[in-house]
Structures are given as C-alpha cells and as structure tokens.
C-alpha cells in the first residue's frame, strides 16, 4: 500500500521542475515568450528559484534575470541558486506592487503564482507597466475545473474538486480568466496554449495535491464526509491511478504605441 504525503518536501517546485513533464513544459514555456540574450526578464513568484539558471543561460552575460518572490524562505533558496550567475539577482518583493521601473523589462514570466495573489488584475497591469513596449509576458497558470481523477465513485471526485476550487486555491479558475484579464490591461494575447499534466503514479501527484492534507480539510468543512474520504484515500493508496490538471499559458504584449 502507498502512503500519502511520506516525506513530503518543501521545496516539490523544484522536483517539478526536474520531472520529465516539468522540463517539456518549461522548455515550451521559454520558447513561446521567446527569451533572447540581452533580454531583461523578470520571474515572478520565482519560488526556490527552478527556472533561474534557464533563464540565466538563455538571456547571457549581457541580459538580466530577476527573481521575485515574497515568501523568505523561497528567496534564500533561490538567491543559492542564483549565487553562480552574476547576471541574475533575486529579491523580496509584491507582485501588486513591484519595484521595477515603468518599461523597464523585456520579458515577464509567472509560473502558478496568480493561482494565488490577492488581486490578479492588479498583477497584470503591474506587469504591463514594467514591460518595455513590445515586451512579452507568459502566465503559465491552472484552471482547477480541469482536474479529473479516475474513482469509482465520480460524485466523490466532484466534490475534491469542489473544495479545492471553492476553498483550497484563491483564483481557482485564474487559467481561463488571464486573457480577458491582459486584454483589460491592455496588453495583446498573442497566444493561449493548454499544458496538460498527467500523472500515473500516486505518489508523484501527492507532491503537488496533497491528497490526505486536502482531504481532512474537506472532511472539516463538509464536502466529504469521513466515509467516503475514507473510501477516496483507500482508493488512491491501492488501486491503479489517474489524473490531469491543464494550465493555460497565455502570452500577450504590451503593444509598441
């Protein structure tokens, strides 16, 4: 029998980043805002600092990486990891109210951070303001209606899915949402790819779900009673498993006039 959350680690964004589907993704994700050397670009909610060092290779000695991120613990992480490349700095920062000069950035990335944020309309005309014009933006975030998981039981997975939407991730439906909020900025989308993340193996899925976690919390607030989260996480632990969640990459420009 699989245990859930077994040695759960801190730092799941940069095992992500690691997997085989985080490096296609990535890959995917730099292609598309078409990082150039020379580029100044910013990673906004860089975390531990995963994607750092690509950037760091793609932009050269004569472009810039800054990471972002208002959580301590990440930045120390990333400002590690970052050590090696004179060209990336990476500071504590708010991603309504960044530091950053007005059209002072050819490039902007995000990567499941607007998942998260308070405002993130307020975000994105913030990332307008600090690019140059003609720069490019990559929102690469998750709309949660998406997640399916293969049960027996679908009213079970309906209502997980219910709870994380309703209750667990602040903008639960950011992913559909961010090119009508960039369009609002007045940025140009040039672009919304879906990246769909599959997994076969349960234990790999629980470093980014948190099966048993979320699943106390939905008992607590009434989305599942005991037995059936009891049935859920039996199934989970011992029969085969499946499940996918899509984020949406939205590319847009902030327009030369």
């Not at 929102?139 to 899915?161: C, G, K």
């Not at 470093?207 to 699943?215: I, P």
Request: proline residues 4%; negative net charge; charged residues 25%.
């Amino acid at each position: 029998m699989t245990t859930l959350e077994a040695g759960r680690p801190h730092n799941y964004l940069s095992r992500l980043a690691a997997s085989d589907f985080g490096r296609a993704y990535k890959h995917l994700v730099m292609n598309q805002i078409d990082l150039q050397p020379g580029n100044h670009v910013l990673d906004l909610g860089c975390g531990p600092g995963a994607d750092l060092a690509d950037y760091a290779e793609a932009v050269g000695s004569t472009g810039a990486v800054l990471g972002v991120d208002r959580d301590e613990d990440a930045v120390r992480e990333a400002l590690d990891t970052a050590a090696q490349w004179p060209h990336v700095t990476v500071a504590m920062g708010d991603a309504h109210h960044l530091a950053m000069a007005d059209h002072s950035l050819d490039r902007v990335h995000t990567d499941r951070v607007l998942q998260h944020v308070e405002d993130p309309s307020s975000v994105v005309h913030e990332v307008r303001r600090v690019l140059k014009p003609g720069g490019i933006a990559g929102f690469a975030e998750p709309d949660w209606e998406t997640l399916v998981v293969d049960h027996p039981d679908n009213a079970i997975v309906a209502s997980y899915r219910a709870f994380i939407i309703d209750r667990v991730v602040r903008n639960s439906r950011i992913g559909r949402q961010l090119p009508g909020l960039c369009k609002a900025a007045g940025m140009v989308v040039s672009r919304v790819v879906p990246i769909t993340a599959v997994y076969t193996e349960v234990t790999e899925a629980d470093q980014v779900f948190g099966f048993e976690r979320v699943t106390d919390r939905a008992v607590t607030a009434g989305y599942l009673t005991a037995k059936r989260a009891d049935r859920w996480l039996t199934h989970l632990r011992s029969e085969s498993f499946f499940a996918s969640v899509t984020l949406f990459l939205t590319v847009a420009k902030r327009p030369l006039h």
